[in-house]
């Protein structure tokens, strides 16, 4: 497993950007390049939702809530995984949460907060 530490979440208003960035601090680059990284936000009572996701080949996946706003990229040599966030809107606001998977291995980041307010 991975230990993910996110970074650069905060408060902007409607219309701004973000990027949030997390990194997989202690594992090996050969490592972090087997596992396929996502997004994930939880706003106070909802689910956990998947806002985007890249796999080991490159692969991204979208949600149609953010898509056209919101793109992800991973760096393997620095094992880190970004989400530019652009056109925020009020319904963008909840704890976005960094995630790694290979298999039945999932680590979870502690999250970081997003909110989009005027």
């Known amino acids: 497993q991975l230990q993910l530490v996110e970074s650069g979440g905060g408060l902007v208003q409607p219309g701004g950007s973000l990027r949030l960035s997390c990194h997989a601090s202690?594992?090996?680059?050969?490592?972090?390049?087997?596992?396929?990284m996502a997004w994930y936000r939880q706003a106070p009572g909802n689910q956990r939702e998947l806002v985007a996701m890249?796999?080991?080949?490159?692969?991204?996946n979208i949600a149609d809530s953010v898509k056209g706003r919101f793109t992800i990229t991973r760096d393997n040599s620095r094992k880190t995984v970004n989400l530019q966030m652009n056109g925020l809107k009020s319904e963008d606001t909840a704890v976005y949460y960094c995630n790694a998977q290979q298999g039945s291995l999932i680590s979870w980041g502690q999250g970081t907060q997003v909110t989009v307010s005027s």
């Open positions: 890249i796999t080991t080949s490159g692969i991204i």
């Open positions: 202690r594992a090996i680059t050969s490592v972090f390049r087997g596992y396929d």
